[in-house]
């Protein structure tokens, strides 16, 4: 998918607008949530497997979500966390429950990000 084209997928974050510490950011070329600075969820509009929604949680949290939201699988590429397929039937209503628990600060939702690696910068003299 082009840069240039918008993600078909943003209207999910439109429920974060209000929220202060919200941001997006660009990540894999999708577009993700970060609410308190925790990365919660990715909005994918691209080819399988990055197409629906991906939520950012741990191993141990995983059962609990899947239990609560039965459309979520583990994400068959990123293991640690779920996703939800844009195909299934019911997407709008899990992309409503998640953005409605990270909202009220679940804590199976959400993750540190890790920090960026410096670049190298050229030794070279100028």
């Not at 909005?43 to 059962?63: F, I, M």
């Not at 068959?76 to 997407?91: I, M």
Request: with cysteine.
């Amino acid at each position: 998918m082009p840069s240039s084209v918008r993600n078909s997928l943003l209207w999910i974050f439109d429920a974060f607008e209000r929220e202060p510490t919200y941001v997006c950011k660009r990540m894999f070329g999708c577009d993700a949530a970060y609410v308190d600075g925790l990365l919660c969820l990715i909005a994918a509009d691209r080819a399988k497997p990055w197409n629906g929604l991906l939520v950012c949680t741990s191993h141990e949290r995983q059962a609990a979500l899947i239990e609560e939201l039965p459309a979520l699988r583990v994400h068959p590429v990123l293991g640690k966390w779920l996703y939800v397929p844009q195909e299934d039937p019911a997407f709008e209503t899990a992309a409503e429950a998640l953005t409605t628990l990270v909202l009220a600060r679940d804590p199976r939702i959400g993750v540190e990000p890790k920090p960026r690696r410096a670049r190298k910068q050229s030794m070279l003299p100028r």
